[in-house]
């Protein structure tokens, strides 16, 4: 954890302080319920990038419109 991270931490603590029982228990529920959407939310983008580029082409006529997209330049060098 850096230094900036630490501080963050203390100051939200700070803030706590102030909290009855009740609002800190909430709190720490809320808190728990965020890591798990961020954690699932981390999964589900991770497995959507699988299979990503979706059409009804078939293959074969996707590799040969993306060959013949190519363009190539030649280019004499001096040396």
């Known amino acids: 954890m850096s230094y900036t991270d630490k ?3 203390a100051t939200y603590a700070g803030l706590f302080e102030g909290l009855s029982v009740d609002n800190k228990i909430d709190l720490i529920e809320q808190l728990s319920k965020s ?3 961020e954690k699932k939310n981390r ?6 990038a699988f299979g990503a580029f979706a059409s009804n082409q078939p293959a ?16 004499d060098i001096s040396l």
């Open 7 to 9: 501080q963050i931490v």
């Open 35 to 37: 890591i798990k959407k």
């Open 43 to 48: 999964d589900k983008a991770f497995y959507n």
């Open 60 to 75: 074969e006529k996707i590799i040969k419109e993306i060959r013949a997209s190519r363009k190539f330049r030649t280019k």
